[in-house]
């Protein structure tokens, strides 16, 4: 899923704010996008996959019954463990950014990223 980001990973600190300041303008964009009722939007530490507290929640709401629509962020592909009615999409990726300004619940332990 790497592949799939927007950007690449950078240490220069200027190239490192333009990056943000377009994430941060497609973020104010995709705001002209209705929010979408029971669309849960989901992130772990360091976008580590299915893992914490994020994942104890949504097996909570699976147990439940639950019929939202489940949207996990992160990098890593197929984590072994993650039910199959979770879908995976790339965090810092355009659809990454569409998925979580069209939901209606972020649960999440990180930090967010500044452009946010």
Not at 53 to 58: D, G, L, N, R
Not at 79 to 104: D, F, L, N
Request: proline share 5%; glycine share 2%; with cysteine.
């Amino acid at each position: 899923m790497k592949s799939n980001r927007l950007f690449i990973k950078t240490k220069n600190k200027k190239i490192e704010y333009m990056q943000d300041k377009i994430l941060e303008l497609l973020f104010y964009i995709f705001r002209i996008f209705p929010v979408q009722k029971r669309k849960i939007v989901v992130s772990c530490f360091k976008n580590h996959g299915y893992c914490d507290s994020p994942k104890y929640i949504i097996q909570q709401l699976l147990k439940l019954d639950c019929t939202a629509n489940i949207v996990w962020l992160c990098d890593f592909e197929n984590p072994p463990e993650m039910p199959a009615c979770i879908r995976q999409v790339p965090y810092h990726s355009i659809r990454g950014i569409y998925e979580q300004v069209t939901a209606q619940i972020w649960i999440s332990n990180r930090r967010k990223s500044r452009y946010v």
